[in-house]
């Protein structure tokens, strides 16, 4: 029996040096996977902060845009058209703004009639552009219009 003994585990030995690149193998194949893990993760971060970026660069443009529909409400800029134009606070030199106008046909008497305003938010330097278009009142051209126009309602 110890015959045996000795023979099968001089075998085991004979193959580990039949096959003496098979650990070289085996770590080069092991290195190589970590690689391709590590390069796979590394191209996921980069795609998550590229991603980060534009969702970034997508709030401020709606921020300004939304930021200039509501001064155009509060009668602090004309709804006129525009060319485009640099925005004056500090930190926002790459972006520019316009206003482009239009009126909306309206077949109701009723309702006033209407001007649809797309205010074109743009960042030049990241070739970035977003619109946002709004429905407003449409403000009468002549004053004195409008004047005679709230007056015609109530009389003696």
Not at 50 to 58: P, T
Not at 98 to 112: A, D, H, K, M, S
Request: include cysteine; proline fraction near 6%.
């Amino acid at each position: 029996m110890t015959g045996r003994r000795r023979k099968s585990s001089t075998l085991g030995i004979r193959r580990a040096r039949v096959r003496p690149g098979a650990v070289l193998l085996e770590v080069i194949f092991s290195l190589l996977l970590f690689v391709v893990a590590a390069v796979a993760v590394v191209g996921g971060l980069n795609a998550c902060i590229q991603a980060s970026g534009e969702v970034r660069l997508a709030a401020q443009a709606a921020d300004l845009a939304v930021t200039k529909v509501s001064e155009i409400q509060m009668g602090l800029v004309p709804a006129v058209d525009t060319e485009p134009t640099p925005f004056e606070e500090e930190g926002l030199t790459d972006w520019t703004w316009q206003i482009v106008t239009e009126p909306v046909e309206n077949n109701v008497l009723e309702l006033p009639s209407m001007l649809r305003v797309h205010v074109i938010v743009a960042n030049g330097s990241r070739n970035y552009s977003y619109r946002l278009t709004h429905l407003m009142p449409q403000e009468a051209e002549n004053p004195d219009q409008a004047a005679s126009g709230s007056s015609q309602g109530g009389g003696p």
